[in-house]
């Protein structure tokens, strides 16, 4: 689903320089081992998309 999720962002018609792209996922242990990995992809980090971690507190993290 996340994969789908980044498929999707990538084909986007209009982004303006504003924009936030990005896909949320739930802070969990193993989500957060798929962030890392996911963060450090090349064509995610050229395109700019956000992994975020959503914990049950709404905090999120990985807008930076």
């Known amino acids: 689903m996340v994969r789908e999720a980044i498929g999707q962002l990538m084909t986007v018609d209009e982004v303006d320089d504003k924009d936030i792209l990005g896909v949320a996922v739930p802070d969990s242990p193993k989500f957060r081992q ?17 992994i975020l971690l959503v914990n049950r507190d709404n905090l999120v993290d990985g807008f930076t």
């Open 34 to 50: 798929l962030a890392e990995k996911w963060r450090s992809a090349l064509l995610i980090k050229i395109i700019g998309i956000k």
